[in-house]
């Protein structure tokens, strides 16, 4: 079975800051799909970032990067240059063979102007 | 219109009600699913459509009924809810479910309340 653990159910940031926000998986696939989906007050879910496991590199998408660590079984989202506009849910999830997703339970991120 | 629509966006009904949820993509994707985001739960997959098969149940009650008439619409019959069915219920969809990686694509979602 699959599972994602996101373990800050808030977080702060100050405006034009960096943030992490942490994610860690468990999962007996040798292959799979690590996303990143932002979900604003209205709530539709925006994917962000995607991570496969056997890329070699972090992703990066603009202000968004993925410290990506196999061996510890994290893939973390980091935003660089804080907005007011990123304050959010954010949901890290993982995909498997048949591109069922797996959600974690969020971490809601504020950002302080 | 584009990317994925959902209707109603929000949605009053009690037990004994019958209603149905709409989805509709733009995207030309052959898959199609149903979540479900109740408060302090993390995201639920309900049911996956693929070419209009449906491919995956999650153990979901059978007061969700489903109904995938083709690639571009989804719906989700209710019928005799029990209100911890109220939620946010949101529809995605992606190329199709196997092979590569495939991003989900989510509509904005219904927030259901059942009184």
């Known amino acids: 079975a699959q599972k994602i653990t996101q373990t800050q159910p808030g977080m702060f940031v100050q405006e034009k800051e960096a943030v992490t926000l942490d994610c860690t998986y468990d999962?007996?696939?040798?292959?799979?799909?690590l996303f990143w989906y932002k979900q604003p007050s209205s709530g539709e879910m925006i994917f962000l970032i995607y991570?496969?496991?056997?890329?070699?590199q972090n992703a990066t998408e603009g202000r968004y990067s993925l410290n990506f660590q196999k061996a510890r079984k994290s893939a973390n989202l980091v935003i660089s240059a804080s907005q007011l506009g990123d304050s959010a849910m954010y949901f890290c999830?993982?995909?498997?063979?048949?591109?069922?997703?797996?959600f974690g339970g969020g971490t809601r991120l504020m950002v302080k102007p | 219109e584009t990317g994925v629509t959902q209707t109603p966006r929000h949605l009053v009904m009690g037990m004994t009600n019958k209603k149905s949820l709409k989805c509709e993509q733009h995207?030309?994707?052959?898959?199609m699913y149903w979540y479900k985001q109740s408060a302090k739960k993390p995201l639920e997959l309900m049911f996956v459509y693929n070419f209009k098969e449906q491919t995956e149940n999650n153990s979901v009650p059978s007061r969700f009924s489903p109904e995938c008439p083709n690639s571009s619409h989804l719906f989700l019959h209710l019928h005799t809810l029990q209100p911890e069915d109220s939620a946010l219920y949101l529809c995605?969809?992606?190329?199709?479910?196997?092979?590569?990686?495939?991003?989900?694509?989510f509509g904005p979602g219904t927030r259901l309340t059942v009184t």
């Open positions: 999830a993982m995909r498997n063979a048949g591109n069922m997703l797996t």
């Open positions: 991570q496969g496991s056997y890329d070699q």
């Open positions: 999962t007996s696939d040798p292959s799979y799909g």
């Open positions: 995605a969809s992606s190329i199709n479910t196997g092979g590569g990686w495939d991003e989900q694509y």
């Open positions: 995207l030309g994707h052959n898959a």
